[in-house]
Protein backbone atom coordinates (compact mmCIF):
# COMPACT_ATOMS: atom_id res chain seq x y z
CA UNK A 1 0.00 0.00 0.00
CA UNK A 2 2.67 2.31 1.49
CA UNK A 3 5.25 1.44 -1.50
CA UNK A 4 2.08 2.40 -4.27
CA UNK A 5 1.54 5.91 -2.54
CA UNK A 6 5.41 6.31 -3.19
CA UNK A 7 5.06 5.16 -6.85
CA UNK A 8 2.18 7.66 -7.58
CA UNK A 9 4.00 10.43 -5.85
CA UNK A 10 7.17 9.80 -8.11
CA UNK A 11 4.54 9.68 -11.34
CA UNK A 12 3.14 12.71 -10.62
CA UNK A 13 6.22 14.73 -9.28
CA UNK A 14 7.98 13.26 -12.75
CA UNK A 15 5.21 14.63 -14.73
CA UNK A 16 4.94 17.91 -12.76
CA UNK A 17 8.86 18.15 -13.73
CA UNK A 18 8.62 17.24 -17.22
CA UNK A 19 5.73 20.21 -17.49
CA UNK A 20 8.10 22.51 -15.87
CA UNK A 21 10.94 21.51 -18.60
CA UNK A 22 8.43 22.00 -21.53
CA UNK A 23 7.41 25.44 -20.11
CA UNK A 24 11.61 26.28 -19.57
CA UNK A 25 11.90 25.26 -22.81
CA UNK A 26 9.05 26.87 -24.58
CA UNK A 27 10.09 30.16 -23.03
CA UNK A 28 13.73 29.94 -23.02
CA UNK A 29 14.54 28.10 -25.61
CA UNK A 30 11.90 27.47 -28.38
CA UNK A 31 12.13 30.34 -31.18
CA UNK A 32 14.91 32.10 -29.72
CA UNK A 33 15.88 33.96 -32.45
CA UNK A 34 12.53 35.68 -33.42
CA UNK A 35 12.04 36.32 -29.46
CA UNK A 36 15.69 38.18 -29.70
CA UNK A 37 14.46 40.18 -32.44
CA UNK A 38 11.27 41.16 -31.10
CA UNK A 39 12.54 41.96 -28.28
CA UNK A 40 14.89 44.43 -29.80
CA UNK A 41 12.09 46.10 -31.61
CA UNK A 42 9.89 46.03 -28.31
CA UNK A 43 13.01 47.75 -26.66
CA UNK A 44 13.87 50.25 -30.39
CA UNK A 45 10.05 51.23 -30.36
CA UNK A 46 9.84 51.81 -26.89
CA UNK A 47 13.29 54.16 -26.54
CA UNK A 48 11.62 55.77 -29.95
CA UNK A 49 8.06 56.93 -28.08
CA UNK A 50 9.29 57.87 -24.69
CA UNK A 51 12.24 59.92 -26.12
CA UNK A 52 9.94 61.69 -28.43
CA UNK A 53 7.94 62.76 -25.91
CA UNK A 54 4.92 60.87 -26.46
CA UNK B 1 20.00 69.20 -33.86
CA UNK B 2 22.10 69.04 -30.45
CA UNK B 3 19.20 70.00 -28.34
CA UNK B 4 16.51 67.29 -29.92
CA UNK B 5 19.29 64.65 -28.69
CA UNK B 6 19.29 66.45 -25.03
CA UNK B 7 15.65 66.12 -24.90
CA UNK B 8 15.40 62.81 -26.31
CA UNK B 9 17.95 61.45 -23.57
CA UNK B 10 16.53 63.43 -20.57
CA UNK B 11 12.93 61.96 -21.59
CA UNK B 12 14.56 58.52 -21.31
CA UNK B 13 16.12 59.15 -18.50
CA UNK B 14 13.04 60.61 -17.00
CA UNK B 15 11.51 57.05 -17.33
CA UNK B 16 13.68 55.75 -15.10
CA UNK B 17 14.42 58.57 -12.23
CA UNK B 18 11.47 56.99 -10.05
CA UNK B 19 11.09 53.24 -8.74
CA UNK B 20 7.46 52.91 -10.01
CA UNK B 21 8.25 54.22 -13.10
CA UNK B 22 11.21 51.77 -13.83
CA UNK B 23 8.37 48.95 -13.20
CA UNK B 24 5.90 50.31 -15.24
CA UNK B 25 8.91 51.36 -18.46
CA UNK B 26 9.75 47.09 -17.38
CA UNK B 27 5.70 46.07 -18.21
CA UNK B 28 5.72 48.56 -20.87
CA UNK B 29 8.58 46.69 -22.78
CA UNK B 30 7.67 43.31 -21.87
CA UNK B 31 3.70 43.99 -23.15
CA UNK B 32 5.42 45.06 -26.06
CA UNK B 33 7.28 42.72 -26.86
CA UNK B 34 4.50 40.22 -26.45
CA UNK B 35 2.70 42.01 -29.39
CA UNK B 36 5.58 42.07 -31.76
CA UNK B 37 6.39 38.43 -31.11
CA UNK B 38 3.20 37.80 -31.53
CA UNK B 39 2.60 39.40 -34.73
CA UNK B 40 5.82 38.01 -36.41
CA UNK B 41 4.70 34.56 -35.42
CA UNK B 42 1.49 34.80 -37.22
CA UNK B 43 3.32 36.13 -40.11
CA UNK B 44 5.90 33.05 -39.62
CA UNK B 45 2.97 31.20 -39.59
CA UNK B 46 1.64 32.17 -42.91
CA UNK B 47 5.27 32.34 -44.17
CA UNK B 48 5.16 36.00 -45.23
CA UNK B 49 7.81 37.76 -42.42
CA UNK B 50 8.48 39.94 -45.92
CA UNK B 51 5.34 41.78 -44.31
CA UNK B 52 6.96 42.14 -41.31
CA UNK B 53 9.81 44.48 -42.64
CA UNK B 54 6.81 47.11 -43.86
CA UNK B 55 5.03 47.01 -40.79
CA UNK B 56 8.46 47.55 -38.74
CA UNK B 57 9.18 50.67 -41.54
CA UNK B 58 5.63 51.79 -41.11
CA UNK B 59 5.68 51.71 -37.38
CA UNK B 60 8.82 53.43 -37.09
CA UNK B 61 7.82 56.54 -39.70
CA UNK B 62 4.64 56.64 -38.19
CA UNK B 63 5.86 57.31 -34.70
CA UNK B 64 8.34 59.84 -35.94
CA UNK B 65 6.44 61.82 -38.31
CA UNK B 66 3.30 62.04 -35.80
CA UNK B 67 5.56 63.45 -33.06
CA UNK B 68 5.87 66.12 -35.91
CA UNK B 69 4.06 69.37 -35.60
CA UNK B 70 5.51 70.79 -38.90
CA UNK B 71 4.17 68.04 -40.82
CA UNK B 72 0.51 67.34 -40.04
CA UNK B 73 -0.44 65.74 -42.97
CA UNK B 74 2.38 63.32 -43.33
CA UNK B 75 2.30 62.73 -39.49
CA UNK B 76 -1.31 61.54 -39.98
CA UNK B 77 -0.96 59.78 -43.16
CA UNK B 78 1.76 57.62 -41.93
CA UNK B 79 -0.06 56.63 -38.60
CA UNK B 80 -3.22 55.91 -40.83
CA UNK B 81 -1.15 53.74 -43.48
CA UNK B 82 0.24 51.80 -40.72
CA UNK B 83 -3.28 50.77 -39.51
CA UNK B 84 -4.40 50.32 -42.48
CA UNK B 85 -1.23 48.20 -43.69
CA UNK B 86 -2.23 46.10 -40.05
CA UNK B 87 -5.64 45.48 -41.03
CA UNK B 88 -4.32 44.42 -44.52
CA UNK B 89 -2.39 41.87 -42.66
CA UNK B 90 -5.34 40.34 -40.76
CA UNK B 91 -7.52 40.97 -43.61
CA UNK B 92 -5.34 38.82 -45.74
CA UNK B 93 -4.86 36.14 -43.66
CA UNK B 94 -8.68 35.78 -42.20
CA UNK B 95 -8.90 32.00 -42.10
CA UNK B 96 -6.06 31.86 -39.18
CA UNK B 97 -7.16 35.27 -37.75
CA UNK B 98 -10.58 33.89 -37.26
CA UNK B 99 -9.34 30.87 -35.81
CA UNK B 100 -6.98 32.35 -33.41
CA UNK B 101 -9.94 34.08 -32.23
CA UNK B 102 -11.87 30.94 -32.34
CA UNK B 103 -9.81 29.76 -29.80
CA UNK B 104 -9.47 32.41 -27.79
CA UNK B 105 -12.98 32.11 -26.53
CA UNK B 106 -13.16 28.19 -27.10
CA UNK B 107 -9.76 27.11 -25.74
CA UNK B 108 -12.10 24.44 -23.18
CA UNK B 109 -15.20 24.18 -26.05
CA UNK B 110 -13.73 20.99 -27.43
CA UNK B 111 -13.42 19.46 -24.32
CA UNK B 112 -17.34 20.09 -23.28
CA UNK B 113 -18.44 18.68 -26.57
CA UNK B 114 -16.50 15.63 -26.00
CA UNK B 115 -18.42 15.40 -22.39
CA UNK B 116 -22.19 16.20 -24.64
CA UNK B 117 -24.85 13.96 -23.78
CA UNK B 118 -26.34 11.74 -27.23
CA UNK B 119 -30.03 10.30 -27.46
CA UNK B 120 -28.89 6.87 -27.24
CA UNK B 121 -27.33 4.44 -24.29
CA UNK B 122 -23.46 3.74 -24.10
CA UNK B 123 -23.69 0.09 -25.40
CA UNK B 124 -24.87 1.85 -28.34
CA UNK B 125 -22.31 4.24 -28.79
CA UNK B 126 -19.72 1.03 -28.29
CA UNK B 127 -21.37 -0.28 -30.73
CA UNK B 128 -21.26 2.67 -32.92
CA UNK B 129 -17.49 3.01 -32.13
CA UNK B 130 -16.73 -1.01 -32.98
CA UNK B 131 -19.07 -0.55 -36.59
CA UNK B 132 -16.56 2.84 -37.63
CA UNK B 133 -13.40 0.77 -36.58
CA UNK B 134 -14.76 -2.16 -38.79
CA UNK B 135 -15.75 -0.11 -41.83
CA UNK B 136 -12.36 1.91 -41.69
CA UNK B 137 -9.96 -1.22 -41.68
CA UNK B 138 -12.33 -2.54 -44.29
CA UNK B 139 -11.84 0.18 -46.69
CA UNK B 140 -8.35 0.40 -45.64
CA UNK B 141 -7.32 -3.18 -47.21
CA UNK B 142 -9.62 -2.96 -50.18
CA UNK B 143 -7.84 0.89 -50.72
CA UNK B 144 -11.25 2.26 -51.09
CA UNK B 145 -10.70 6.79 -49.99
CA UNK B 146 -12.95 7.44 -47.38
CA UNK B 147 -13.43 10.92 -45.27
CA UNK B 148 -15.08 10.22 -42.21
CA UNK B 149 -15.80 13.48 -39.53
CA UNK B 150 -17.33 12.64 -36.12
CA UNK B 151 -19.13 15.93 -35.10
CA UNK B 152 -19.89 15.51 -31.20
CA UNK B 153 -21.45 19.19 -31.77
CA UNK B 154 -23.55 20.78 -34.05
CA UNK B 155 -23.00 20.51 -37.47
CA UNK B 156 -22.71 23.62 -39.40
CA UNK B 157 -25.64 23.87 -41.80
CA UNK B 158 -23.97 25.14 -44.85
CA UNK B 159 -21.81 21.96 -44.74
CA UNK B 160 -24.71 19.68 -44.29
CA UNK B 161 -26.23 21.60 -47.04
CA UNK B 162 -23.15 20.88 -49.39
CA UNK B 163 -24.60 16.76 -49.05
CA UNK B 164 -26.99 14.85 -48.92
CA UNK B 165 -29.01 14.92 -45.38
CA UNK B 166 -29.16 10.88 -44.26
CA UNK B 167 -30.28 10.67 -40.62
CA UNK B 168 -29.68 7.23 -40.51
CA UNK B 169 -28.31 4.60 -37.71
CA UNK B 170 -24.60 3.55 -38.24
CA UNK B 171 -23.70 0.50 -39.29
CA UNK B 172 -20.43 -0.85 -40.71
CA UNK B 173 -21.72 -1.38 -44.18
CA UNK B 174 -23.65 1.32 -44.82
CA UNK B 175 -20.79 3.44 -44.55
CA UNK B 176 -18.63 1.15 -46.67
CA UNK B 177 -21.64 1.75 -49.17
CA UNK B 178 -21.26 5.65 -48.94
CA UNK B 179 -17.82 5.58 -49.94
CA UNK B 180 -18.30 2.34 -52.92
CA UNK B 181 -16.39 4.21 -55.87
CA UNK B 182 -19.64 3.45 -57.69
CA UNK B 183 -21.99 5.39 -55.38
CA UNK B 184 -22.68 9.43 -56.26
CA UNK B 185 -21.97 10.15 -53.12
CA UNK B 186 -18.18 8.76 -52.55
CA UNK B 187 -16.46 11.58 -53.18
CA UNK B 188 -17.60 14.21 -50.09
CA UNK B 189 -17.27 13.81 -46.45
CA UNK B 190 -19.82 11.78 -44.32
CA UNK B 191 -20.62 13.03 -40.83
CA UNK B 192 -21.16 11.40 -37.80
CA UNK B 193 -23.08 12.40 -34.24
CA UNK B 194 -22.83 9.61 -32.16
CA UNK B 195 -24.61 6.74 -33.80
CA UNK B 196 -26.53 8.65 -36.42
CA UNK B 197 -25.02 9.14 -39.85
CA UNK B 198 -26.06 13.23 -40.43
CA UNK B 199 -24.95 13.39 -43.62
CA UNK B 200 -22.84 12.28 -46.80
CA UNK B 201 -21.38 13.71 -50.00
CA UNK B 202 -20.20 16.91 -48.03
CA UNK B 203 -17.47 19.23 -49.26
CA UNK B 204 -15.68 21.10 -46.60
CA UNK B 205 -12.97 23.86 -46.53
CA UNK B 206 -9.68 22.85 -47.69
CA UNK B 207 -6.77 23.72 -45.67
CA UNK B 208 -4.81 26.60 -46.95
CA UNK B 209 -1.25 25.58 -45.15
CA UNK B 210 1.40 25.10 -47.45
CA UNK B 211 4.10 22.85 -45.33
CA UNK B 212 2.13 19.78 -45.64
CA UNK B 213 3.53 16.56 -47.42
CA UNK B 214 2.90 16.73 -50.88
CA UNK B 215 2.02 13.13 -50.65
CA UNK B 216 -1.06 14.26 -48.76
CA UNK B 217 -3.78 14.66 -51.13
CA UNK B 218 -7.30 16.95 -51.49
CA UNK B 219 -9.38 14.01 -49.23
CA UNK B 220 -6.49 15.14 -46.61
CA UNK B 221 -6.50 18.78 -46.72
CA UNK B 222 -10.02 18.83 -46.57
CA UNK B 223 -10.09 16.75 -42.92
CA UNK B 224 -7.29 19.12 -42.28
CA UNK B 225 -9.35 22.34 -42.91
CA UNK B 226 -12.08 21.17 -41.24
CA UNK B 227 -10.32 20.85 -38.13
CA UNK B 228 -8.81 23.79 -38.03
CA UNK B 229 -11.98 25.65 -38.45
CA UNK B 230 -14.31 23.14 -35.82
CA UNK B 231 -12.08 21.96 -32.58
CA UNK B 232 -14.73 19.56 -31.73
CA UNK B 233 -14.04 17.77 -34.98
CA UNK B 234 -12.44 14.75 -35.56
CA UNK B 235 -11.89 13.47 -38.91
CA UNK B 236 -10.63 9.69 -40.01
CA UNK B 237 -9.04 9.54 -43.82
CA UNK B 238 -8.41 6.59 -45.75
CA UNK B 239 -5.82 7.04 -48.24
CA UNK B 240 -7.32 5.37 -51.85
CA UNK B 241 -3.82 5.23 -52.83
CA UNK B 242 -2.10 3.55 -49.68
CA UNK B 243 -4.97 2.52 -47.93
CA UNK B 244 -3.57 4.45 -44.82
CA UNK B 245 -5.44 5.61 -41.95
CA UNK B 246 -4.66 9.03 -40.75
CA UNK B 247 -6.62 10.47 -37.93
CA UNK B 248 -7.02 15.08 -38.11
CA UNK B 249 -7.87 16.50 -35.18
CA UNK B 250 -7.52 20.28 -34.14
CA UNK B 251 -5.47 21.46 -37.75
CA UNK B 252 -3.11 18.35 -37.16
CA UNK B 253 -2.90 15.04 -39.09
CA UNK B 254 -1.44 11.96 -37.66
CA UNK B 255 -1.04 9.18 -40.34
CA UNK B 256 -0.58 5.17 -40.00
CA UNK B 257 -3.27 4.46 -37.70
CA UNK B 258 -4.48 1.14 -36.52
CA UNK B 259 -8.01 -0.05 -35.58
CA UNK B 260 -6.61 -0.11 -31.46
CA UNK B 261 -5.53 3.52 -31.60
CA UNK B 262 -8.48 4.68 -33.49
CA UNK B 263 -10.77 3.02 -31.49
CA UNK B 264 -9.00 4.68 -28.65
CA UNK B 265 -9.36 7.90 -29.96
CA UNK B 266 -12.96 7.54 -31.08
CA UNK B 267 -13.66 6.70 -27.53
CA UNK B 268 -12.32 9.60 -26.30
CA UNK B 269 -14.15 11.92 -28.29
CA UNK B 270 -17.41 9.74 -27.31
CA UNK B 271 -16.74 11.20 -24.02
CA UNK B 272 -16.72 7.22 -22.81
CA UNK B 273 -15.97 6.76 -19.24
CA UNK B 274 -12.68 4.28 -20.14
CA UNK B 275 -11.17 6.83 -22.30
CA UNK B 276 -12.13 10.16 -20.35
CA UNK B 277 -9.72 8.33 -17.26
CA UNK B 278 -6.47 6.92 -19.65
CA UNK B 279 -6.75 10.72 -21.15
CA UNK B 280 -6.38 12.19 -17.54
CA UNK B 281 -3.53 10.26 -16.56
Known amino acids: MQSNKVSTKNTENSNNNSKFKKFLYNVFVKNIGYKLVSLAIAIFIWILIVGLGF | ?281
Open chain 2, 1 to 281: MAEFFKGFFSNIAGAFSQPHLIILSILDIVATFIIVYALLMFLKRNNATRLFRYLAIASVVAIILSNRPQMPVMGKLATYFFFVVLLGVFILYTDDTKRILRRLYSSKEYQKAYNIQYDCSEEDLREAISDIVKAVQSMSKKNTGALIIIAPDNIPEAIIESGTTIDANLSASLIECLFSTKAPLHDGAVFIRGNKIMAAGCFLPLTQNTTLDKELGTRHRAAIGETEQYDSHLAIIVSEETGVISVARRGEIVRYYDSVMLNEVLEQVYGLKGALKSNRK
